[in-house]
């Protein structure tokens, strides 16, 4: 389609030709978000029930870990199998991580059964933003991502819920087994309506870039190491060696003949570089608070597992509000919010930090709504500029690009934030004045991270790509 043909509405969307494929899509973000939200809700019980406080990052970090393996072989999958064959493998080999997880015994098996999610959760991830390129036209784009977004409005009160209920029951297992049914009924749904000629047009050599998948992994458990041992020296030398390791990633990705990420990827000159800057920042930014404010929320204000899951979720639905109200927006707007809404997010981490130890914890909903106001505002303009500002021909890839950065996004604040608790004292235990440090210093740590992004997304802002297809559309 055309985007000249296409008029820039809410109502193009439903057009058969696109609101199916776009249904399949949005299951795929669903099972995402509801996993996220009862993952967060559920971490405490599982806590309780097998050990590991110590470990309480690692779930996440091997999921995105594992993601990102799968993201960046995502366009070898649908080249090889097709769009369709590779959505549906996806969303079967997330609801098995979902049975390991149910069958686990101690938090390392759960962290295996995340693993082997996040290899079913990159595909869907990444083939979603392939798919959004290569079937809706270019002036509908922010729209779809703004339905990406709303559809954690479907998750926010069915995702804590189910955690809720299944661990007020004291049942975690059984929440992993309903996840596991969501992902098989997806994968079946997937098989008949997802179109069957979706297949990569600029499909590259087969090859899978193995050493620089390994490197970002390797960059993820150097991390990781270092939230966990106590010698300082050792914590300074993996830290060192994590930002070392990712930054020859980036290196020798931009010397291969099949890319893992644009050739322009992190470089302030373009666009599409400045863009995945704010995507990385914005995704450490936004992690730690599924992982740990259930624990503070629980612990602190003694909150039920549903209560606290739900107040977490609140950063969800301010997400999902935020980006459907701007997604029509155009002239300046998308310029003011790129800079407006990582400040927002700033100060919404700088409240959970001053106000979650001192409470009580309805003084909390406004800095965790402002969080997820402050990356809904400006997520999908970030990425229309990454994805307009490609270079000729790296337009597939800087698409999948995006997914692959946020994951590696998370995982480094997942990684962080086990550092920065079990520095405060929760790796021995989930002792009182642990609880009460960690509390503090969390999030207080990712302050910096969206204040960057803002400073960076002034630049971007002043980049042009050469092209401001939401205001065309409007115009004609």
Same mark, same amino acid.
């Given at each position: 389609?055309?985007?000249?043909?296409?008029?820039?509405?809410?109502?193009?969307?439903?057009?058969?030709?696109?609101?199916?494929?776009?249904?399949?899509?949005?299951?795929?973000?669903?099972?995402?978000?509801?996993?996220?939200?009862?993952?967060?809700?559920?971490?405490?019980?599982?806590?309780?029930?097998?050990?590991?406080?110590?470990?309480?990052?690692?779930?996440?970090?091997?999921?995105?870990?594992?993601?990102?393996?799968?993201?960046?072989?995502?366009?070898?999958?649908?080249?090889?199998?097709?769009?369709?064959?590779?959505?549906?493998?996806?969303?079967?080999?997330?609801?098995?991580?979902?049975?390991?997880?149910?069958?686990?015994?101690?938090?390392?098996?759960?962290?295996?059964?995340?693993?082997?999610?996040?290899?079913?959760?990159?595909?869907?991830?990444?083939?979603?933003?392939?798919?959004?390129?290569?079937?809706?036209?270019?002036?509908?784009?922010?729209?779809?991502?703004?339905?990406?977004?709303?559809?954690?409005?479907?998750?926010?009160?069915?995702?804590?819920?189910?955690?809720?209920?299944?661990?007020?029951?004291?049942?975690?297992?059984?929440?992993?087994?309903?996840?596991?049914?969501?992902?098989?009924?997806?994968?079946?749904?997937?098989?008949?309506?997802?179109?069957?000629?979706?297949?990569?047009?600029?499909?590259?050599?087969?090859?899978?870039?193995?050493?620089?998948?390994?490197?970002?992994?390797?960059?993820?458990?150097?991390?990781?190491?270092?939230?966990?041992?106590?010698?300082?020296?050792?914590?300074?030398?993996?830290?060192? =060696? &994590?930002?070392?390791?990712?930054?020859?990633? #980036?290196?020798?990705?931009?010397? +291969?003949? $099949?890319? /893992? %990420? *644009?050739?322009?990827?992190?470089?302030?000159?373009?666009?599409?570089?400045?863009?995945?800057?704010?995507?990385?920042?914005?995704?450490?930014?936004?992690?730690?608070?599924?992982?740990?404010?259930?624990?503070?929320?629980?612990?602190?204000?003694?909150?039920?597992?549903?209560?606290?899951?739900?107040?977490?979720?609140?950063?969800?639905?301010?997400?999902?509000?935020?980006?459907?109200?701007?997604?029509?927006?155009?002239?300046?707007?998308?310029?003011?919010?790129?800079?407006?809404?990582?400040?927002?997010? =700033? &100060?919404?981490?700088?409240?959970?930090?001053? #106000?979650?130890?001192?409470?009580? +914890?309805? $003084?909390? /909903? %406004? *800095?965790?709504?402002?969080?997820?106001?402050?990356?809904?505002?400006?997520?999908?303009?970030?990425?229309?500029?990454?994805?307009?500002?490609?270079?000729?021909?790296?337009?597939?890839?800087?698409?999948?690009?995006?997914?692959?950065?946020?994951?590696?996004?998370?995982?480094?604040?997942?990684?962080?934030?086990?550092?920065?608790?079990?520095?405060?004292?929760?790796?021995?235990?989930?002792?009182?004045?642990?609880?009460?440090?960690?509390?503090?210093?969390?999030?207080?740590?990712?302050?910096?991270?969206?204040?960057?992004?803002?400073?960076?997304?002034?630049? #971007?802002?002043?980049?042009?790509?050469?092209?401001?297809?939401?205001?065309?559309?409007?115009?004609?």
């Amino acid at each position: 389609m055309r985007d000249g043909l296409i008029e820039p509405s809410w109502r193009a969307l439903l057009a058969p030709q696109l609101a199916l494929p776009l249904s399949v899509l949005l299951g795929g973000v669903l099972l995402h978000s509801m996993n996220v939200l009862i993952t967060a809700t559920l971490l405490p019980s599982i806590v309780a029930d097998v050990g590991g406080s110590n470990l309480m990052s690692w779930p996440t970090t091997a999921f995105v870990a594992s993601s990102i393996i799968a993201a960046t072989s995502a366009a070898i999958v649908s080249s090889a199998v097709g769009n369709r064959r590779a959505f549906c493998g996806g969303a079967v080999i997330y609801a098995a991580g979902a049975v390991l997880c149910a069958l686990a015994s101690s938090m390392g098996f759960v962290i295996a059964g995340r693993f082997v999610q996040g290899l079913g959760g990159g595909l869907l991830s990444a083939l979603a933003y392939v798919l959004v390129r290569n079937v809706f036209p270019e002036v509908l784009w922010p729209r779809v991502f703004g339905l990406f977004a709303g559809v954690w409005s479907v998750s926010v009160p069915i995702g804590p819920l189910i955690g809720g209920l299944f661990a007020g029951y004291g049942n975690w297992r059984g929440a992993f087994f309903a996840v596991a049914g969501v992902g098989g009924l997806l994968g079946v749904t997937a098989l008949f309506i997802l179109p069957s000629a979706a297949r990569r047009e600029d499909a590259t050599k087969p090859k899978v870039p193995a050493l620089r998948v390994a490197l970002i992994c390797a960059a993820i458990a150097l991390l990781s190491l270092a939230s966990i041992s106590r010698e300082p020296a050792i914590k300074s030398v993996c830290i060192v =060696a &994590a930002i070392g390791t990712f930054a020859l990633t #980036l290196r020798i990705d931009r010397r +291969a003949s $099949v890319a /893992l %990420l *644009p050739s322009d990827a992190f470089s302030l000159r373009s666009a599409t570089g400045t863009g995945l800057w704010m995507v990385w920042l914005l995704s450490i930014a936004y992690s730690p608070l599924a992982i740990y404010a259930p624990l503070f929320l629980q612990r602190l204000h003694a909150l039920s597992p549903l209560i606290a899951g739900y107040m977490v979720a609140l950063a969800s639905l301010a997400w999902t509000g935020a980006a459907l109200t701007v997604a029509s927006l155009a002239g300046e707007w998308p310029g003011r919010l790129i800079i407006a809404g990582p400040i927002a997010m =700033a &100060a919404g981490l700088l409240g959970v930090g001053l #106000l979650m130890v001192p409470g009580p +914890a309805a $003084v909390l /909903l %406004l *800095p965790i709504a402002l969080i997820g106001t402050g990356i809904g505002v400006c997520w999908a303009f970030i990425l229309q500029r990454v994805m307009t500002g490609a270079k000729p021909g790296e337009e597939n890839i800087a698409a999948a690009s995006v997914a692959t950065v946020q994951q590696t996004g998370i995982a480094f604040g997942a990684a962080i934030a086990g550092l920065v608790a079990n520095a405060s004292g929760l790796g021995d235990g989930l002792h009182p004045g642990s609880v009460l440090r960690a509390a503090f210093w969390v999030p207080m740590a990712f302050v910096a991270a969206p204040l960057v992004a803002s400073v960076i997304g002034m630049r #971007l802002v002043a980049l042009r790509s050469g092209r401001e297809p939401t205001i065309a559309a409007n115009r004609a």
